[in-house]
């Protein structure tokens, strides 16, 4: 009988071509996600090398980190976006590369379209100069986000050099309360084990909670795998991961599907195999999160006070620095605390099951007037889906208005950036100094604390209004 | 892109004793607009190093004519624990090289921008937590202390003690920063291997 492999063991060792002597792994790349932000300079490298895309049909492009939110039909105003959109585009039709840019009705965040387009599947290895691509671990792939110089590995050899991270399980059992959603989960377990402590890992999720949890919520997990550390974060694929991607456009068809079925069945950890860390969790132990510093590690439950000090992992300077720039003090009360911003969408939760969520919470009331909001879905095909449900008639007669998709007030790197000293509840990823704009205080959350925050204009728990 | 190569570097080093620095502040977002890699430096810690209205914080490190200031030749960023954390923005790496740092030492970097350190050039020192005390209540007592990083031997040394540590790096990349080679040489050397690995691959 061999040796018993973790998932992650069995999907990486499938994609070493070579160990080097006292170096990293020679890993192939499976598949290549491409934006405007980290692939100009990557392809400025190539050609500076004479090199070339040695696999054009691996690496899938779209517009999404600077694109605009509202009149996408126009030309793009500022014109240092308007230039990183050109070159992609260039880039893509230079090397006969797939893109859908601004305007293509499969254009949205990288991290949302993969997926939902079938170019993501287990046991695939995938990267993307872009940290958050562990999003697409979800589906028991090894995906991880990558530097420029990578990106112009990956184009022109199909390979990066990686040392192999050691591995981590996160088990989370029991039954999930009321109002707590996937996103509760994962700053839950950073705010447990600080953002900086699965540097170095890799990490499995495991237990009841995961596997009875949907593609989004995982996707949503995963995502933010990298806010505690991790290089990535992945789930076994199984029926709820198959069914999602059985159909999607780009996901193998008929007899070509049903072959990869046993494979795709095989990869999950064997009994016995062992982690470097093997961390548990109780379901019943997380309410409703959100954080009051600016690092993923720094949040609560939405009930409960700022902690003193002593009771973090950061240093006290670095803690008071924090604290500081968000205007709050230790010991102080979440609840109550005014709310300028909302903020729905992003790679993290920018999803058909976020605004449902959201939207569940605003039926029949109003938004409060103290509040700007700001809904943006991952995708057109997510945009598309919630007109179709009547989730835009809901949004709309409580006073929300749709944008159009892209990465948004996550970054701030188009002009959706939340003033500085405003509040912003975001259920995006990061809330450090300046992420969501120059001076901006962002406090993450769920779609559900979200909503709750926009229909009261303060912090809020979600279970008083379901 | 070619970098410096790396041997042995000594310097006065900027200390930074704060934790968390993630690739944010090193870069904001809006300052990776650029299409080609040049004038990141500028823009390097921007949001803590600059007011609204671009006069300078006197209070940042980087405007204190004692560790940098504009006749800034330090080589070595000393940066607290979990340094260089969240985005994957190579920017980072280069505002850092663009400024004039070579080294980066810290009790703990990030992985990714550790990688993306190492592939433009710049050596991450990851010291133990003892050490990066020690370093940072050397440059207190003497803001012109040098340290040494000798990347052959694998030390660094605070040279007015003589107190050393050795910190660890994989020998491949070692000997691309020491000659100045990247990973994508080595990778197209491997291009046939590489093509018929691919055509084994189920998707």
Same mark, same amino acid.
């Given at each position: +009988?061999?040796?018993? %492999? ?14 080097? &002597? ?44 600077? #694109? ?49 387009? $079938? ?44 040392? %192999? ?12 309360? %009321? ?35 949907? +593609?989004?919520?995982? +996707? ?22 198959? *069914? ?8 193998? %068809?008929?007899?070509?599907? &049903? ?5 795709? !069945? ?18 019943? &132990? ?8 600016? *690092?993923?590690?720094?949040? #609560? ?8 000090? !002593? @009771? ?32 729905? $969408?992003?790679?993290? *939760?920018?999803?058909? !099951? ?13 938004? @409060? ?57 975001? #259920? ?25 925050? @926009? ?12 | 892109? =070619? ?25 904001? =977002? ?64 280069? =505002? ?56 052959? =031997? ?50």
């Amino acid at each position: +009988m061999s040796t018993p %492999k973790t998932l992650f063991d069995k999907v990486w060792d499938a994609h070493v071509i070579r160990q080097v &002597d006292d170096g990293p792994d020679v890993l192939f790349i499976d598949r290549h996600f491409i934006h405007e932000v980290t692939s100009p300079v990557a392809f400025l490298g190539l050609e500076g090398r004479g090199a070339s895309v040695l696999f054009n049909q691996r690496t899938f492009a779209t517009a999404d980190h600077n #694109t605009p939110t509202l009149n996408q039909h126009l030309p793009v105003a500022d014109p240092l976006s308007a230039n990183q959109l050109a070159a992609l585009e260039r880039n893509a039709n230079r090397y006969n590369i797939s893109h859908w840019g601004l305007g293509h009705q499969k254009n949205g965040i990288v991290h949302v379209v993969g997926p939902e387009n $079938g170019i993501t599947l287990p046991g695939m290895t995938i990267v993307c100069g872009d940290s958050h691509t562990s999003t697409h671990g979800a589906f028991g792939a090894i995906a991880f986000g990558i530097g420029t110089s990578e990106v112009e590995m990956v184009l022109a050899t199909q390979c990066i050099m990686q040392p %192999k991270p050691q591995k981590m399980r996160i088990s989370v059992n029991g039954t999930l309360g %009321k109002g707590v959603l996937p996103k509760d989960v994962a700053l839950y377990i950073i705010s447990q084990i600080s953002a900086s402590g699965a540097t170095g890992y890799f990490v499995e999720y495991a237990g009841d909670v995961f596997r009875t949890m949907s +593609m989004e919520g995982r +996707m949503t997990v995963c995502n933010m795998s990298i806010e505690m550390g991790a290089r990535g974060g992945m789930v076994a694929p199984d029926t709820t991961a198959l *069914n999602y991607l059985n159909g999607r456009d780009l996901a193998p %068809k008929g007899e070509d599907w &049903d072959k990869l079925v046993p494979y795709w !069945e095989s990869l999950r950890t064997d009994e016995g195999a062992t982690f470097d860390q093997d961390l548990t969790f109780d379901a019943a &132990d997380i309410e409703p999160q959100i954080t009051y510093g600016t *690092n993923p590690g720094l949040g #609560t439950g939405v009930t409960r006070q700022i902690p003193l000090a !002593e @009771a973090v992992k950061d240093g006290a300077a670095s803690y008071k620095k924090s604290l500081a720039y968000m205007g709050f003090a230790e010991n102080e009360t979440m609840i109550g605390k005014p709310v300028d911003f909302v903020f729905l $969408g992003s790679c993290t *939760n920018g999803r058909i !099951e976020d605004f449902r969520a959201f939207a569940s919470i605003v039926k029949g009331r109003k938004k @409060a007037d103290s509040v700007t909001a700001w809904l943006v879905p991952g995708s057109h095909i997510v945009e598309a889906q919630i007109k179709e449900e009547g989730i835009l008639d809901v949004l709309t007669e409580a006073g929300f208005a749709l944008r159009q998709p892209g990465c948004s007030a996550c970054l701030a790197m188009n002009e959706d950036k939340i003033p500085a000293g405003k509040y912003a509840v975001s #259920t995006s990823n990061r809330n450090f100094e300046g992420r969501q704009g120059p001076g901006a205080r962002t406090l993450l959350a769920s779609p559900l604390v979200a909503a709750a925050a @926009a229909v009261t204009g303060v912090v809020s728990d979600p279970r008083e209004l379901m | 892109m =070619a970098y410096d190569k790396f041997t042995i570097l000594r310097s006065a080093a900027v200390p930074m004793p704060i934790e968390n620095v993630d690739t944010d502040q090193i870069i904001p =977002a809006r300052f990776l607009k650029a299409t080609e890699r040049k004038g990141f430096g500028d823009n390097l810690f921007r949001d803590w190093r600059y007011n609204n209205d671009d006069t300078p914080k006197a209070d940042f490190v980087l405007n204190n004519p004692t560790y940098a200031g504009e006749e800034q030749s330090r080589k070595i960023l000393v940066g607290g624990k979990n340094f260089g954390s969240g985005s994957s923005r190579e920017h980072a790496a280069w =505002a850092i090289y663009d400024y004039g740092f070579r080294c980066v030492v810290s009790s703990f970097f990030a992985d990714i921008f550790k990688g993306n350190c190492l592939n433009v050039g710049i050596l991450p020192v990851t010291v133990s937590p003892e050490f990066a005390d020690k370093i940072f209540a050397a440059i207190d007592a003497d803001p012109n202390t040098e340290l040494e990083i000798n990347l052959p =031997a694998q030390t660094v040394t605070l040279l007015a003690t003589g107190e050393s540590e050795s910190f660890g790096i994989n020998g491949y990349k070692k000997h691309n920063l020491v000659n100045g080679y990247d990973d994508i040489d080595y990778l197209l050397s491997m291009k046939s291997e590489i093509e018929q690995f691919a055509t084994t691959r189920p998707y």
